[in-house]
């Protein structure tokens, strides 16, 4: 994949399209920045499927049930909407929710919009410079409904929904484990002594035995020690589209 010093943010699979990863990717080549799709047999030959702005950062992606990719934009505070079967990203919801704040970690400036999920014909979106979950009603016709804070509190990079709502999320610079019931309530699943070193990702073990396990990517931006952790939870993941 020609990124040209770009930065591969998102991944997604396509199970609209034989299961094949659709990628994020960051990059001031105007040639590289976009959407991606990386064949599942052999993990060659990958095609540009959508271009993006050289100044857009890309980073969670999920699809609906339908097929349509949604890419959170760090940098621009707004969502991409790509749909199935085309080959230009629109802006699907834009706005200060959804935008950085101009705070840093070492350095680093955190994210605006960043994870992503979809949970009955809405879509969550972690804000994680402003520590909160936006939630965005997906309407009949596929436009956006009226954003608003879902939670706060929480300096969320990547989350996960297990069945019965409970949502697991991954702090990043606290590096932390926590899970956030329907309700609001706020609990430490794991942390720093856990092993979590600026956690990023997290997904449900999709195996069928395993689906109460969480699975964690270590060293986001910040870390020395990339690595894969896995949680048990007492909760059944949700199932993605």
């Known amino acids: 994949m020609p990124t040209a010093g770009g930065i591969t943010v998102g991944v997604a699979i396509d199970a609209h399209h034989d299961n094949d990863l659709d990628v994020a990717v960051r990059s001031a080549d105007p040639n590289a920045a976009g959407i991606w799709r990386v064949p599942r047999v052999g993990f060659d030959r990958p095609t540009r499927i959508a271009a993006l702005p050289t100044v857009s950062f890309p980073n969670g992606v999920t699809f609906d049930a339908d097929g349509n990719l949604y890419v959170a934009d760090s940098d621009l505070g707004r969502i991409w909407r790509l749909a199935r079967g085309a080959s230009q990203a629109t ?12 705070e840093s970690f070492q350095g680093f400036a955190l994210p605006g919009a960043n994870g992503l999920k979809i949970r009955s014909k809405t879509l969550y979106v972690s804000n994680t410079s402003t520590q909160t979950i936006i939630a965005i009603p997906i ?31 991954t702090e990043n610079p606290p590096s932390r484990l926590v899970r956030i019931t329907p309700c609001g309530v706020i609990s ?3 942390t720093a002594t856990d092993g979590l070193e600026n956690p990023s990702d997290v997904a449900f073990d999709p195996r069928p035995a395993h689906r109460r396990d969480l699975l964690v990517t270590n060293s986001a931006y910040f870390g020395t020690h990339p690595s894969l952790q896995e949680f048990p939870t007492g909760r059944v993941g949700q199932h993605l589209p």
């Not at 802006?91 to 101009?102: C, D, I, K, R, Y």
């Not at 016709?141 to 019965?164: E, H, K, L, P």
């Open 139 to 169: 309407r009949r016709d596929g436009t956006s409904g009226s954003m608003a804070v879902r939670f706060s509190g929480v300096q969320i990079d990547d989350f996960a929904f297990a069945v019965n709502g409970d949502l697991y999320a």
């Open 188 to 190: 430490t699943v794991a």
């Open 91 to 102: 802006v699907w919801a834009q706005g200060p929710l959804l935008s950085p704040t101009g």
